[in-house]
């Protein structure tokens, strides 16, 4: 996600249709090593904004398979200025670890010049302090495949080989139509082109409330990446994509059965202790001045529905399989009491 453009650093807006274009930086971290980086405890720094749904993916994926102690992570500032993200949420406004006082630094080291902008989730190595990878659509698959032997005991299969195919299905329709979709309703600049964005993602929620009404989970009976994906920006659509992006046919609050899918995620070990409303909300509407000129950050909406029963247990399925919930929150990465319902 990168400044002011909802995306992942390289989307465009404004007077041209709003679009967005794949990861410059699309090495991948493997147990092989193929692209020279292997996968090693310690040696990785994930950075990301709690802000972000597309690093947010990390943030959840990272906590359920307890691959805390093994890829550390950096927290930017969910206000950016002309540089992009930086580290003033740290000490003296330097990451501890990296020593550096804005990511773009990282890209820098890798390559100068590079197009695209500056984006999270970022993986940088230690090391050399020069970014790995940048591609949001692949970290979180690798983290759930190619770093098996960090996993924690008890992790779950995010990606298990026989649902591939259905997962990919899902989240293909659910990226187009719901994660990208909210941003190209958010930054049009016609009508035409946001009234077909914002049919479009409510024509899928809606097929997507269909299908999980009768199942507690998008694919299979336990936790997957689709539902990673989905819940991203299903916990963002009441505090800002129904005002801010103008995707507001109806709040998630107000259609039963999403409303207690992404509470009951919400409420599961992993996805809502990495969630922070307050840093949210602050991006969203101080850093798009392009929607929201003012930079007024709205008092709304009541957050505390979050934590009220769901009863979607009665649908059945296993969270987490034949594996067992992450353990607490690493001291110093919790979500502050402001960012919390």
Not at 16 to 37: C, E, L, M, P, V
Not at 102 to 118: C, I, N
Not at 182 to 204: I, L
Request: hydrophobic share 35%; charged share 30%; aromatic share 10%.
């Amino acid at each position: 996600m990168g400044r002011d453009d909802g995306g992942v650093g390289n989307s465009a807006y404004g007077r041209k249709k709003f679009r967005r274009s794949k990861a410059h930086f699309a090495d991948r971290i493997t147990a092989d090593g193929r692209d020279s980086w292997p996968v090693e405890a310690g040696r990785y720094r994930l950075v990301v904004s709690r802000a972000c749904p597309w690093a947010s993916r990390a943030l959840v994926s990272r906590r359920l398979l307890g691959l805390e102690d093994a890829l550390s992570l950096a927290v930017a500032d969910p206000v950016q200025d002309d540089r992009s993200w930086r580290f003033t949420l740290d000490p003296d406004g330097r990451d501890p670890v990296l020593g550096i006082r804005y990511l773009s630094e990282a890209y820098d080291r890798r390559e100068t010049e590079h197009p695209g902008g500056v984006s999270v989730p970022a993986i940088v190595d230690v090391p050399s302090g020069q970014l790995v990878t940048n591609d949001y659509q692949q970290i979180t698959l690798d983290l759930a495949t190619e770093w098996t032997a960090l996993h924690r005991e008890g992790a779950p299969d995010l990606y298990p080989p026989a649902l591939r195919d259905e997962i990919d299905a899902v989240v293909e329709d659910v990226f187009q139509d719901v994660n990208n979709g909210v941003y190209r309703a958010g930054f049009a600049t016609d009508q035409e082109e946001y009234e077909a964005a914002c049919t479009a993602v409510f024509r899928r929620l809606e097929l997507l409330a269909e299908r999980l009404e009768r199942q507690r989970y998008l694919v299979g009976d336990t936790i997957t990446e689709a539902d990673i994906r989905l819940f991203t920006t299903l916990v963002r659509f009441d505090a800002v994509y129904h005002g801010h992006f103008k995707c507001n046919r109806w709040k998630l609050a107000e259609n039963r059965v999403l409303w207690g899918y992404a509470r009951d995620l919400y409420q599961t070990p992993g996805f809502g202790d990495t969630v922070d409303f307050d840093h949210i909300k602050r991006h969203y509407y101080q850093v798009h001045t392009g929607v929201n000129p003012s930079g007024i950050v709205p008092l709304g909406p009541d957050l505390s529905g979050w934590t009220t029963p769901h009863h979607r247990e009665e649908l059945g399925g296993r969270p987490f399989g034949d594996g067992t919930p992450p353990g607490p929150v690493p001291a110093g990465e919790e979500v502050p009491a402001r960012g919390r319902p």
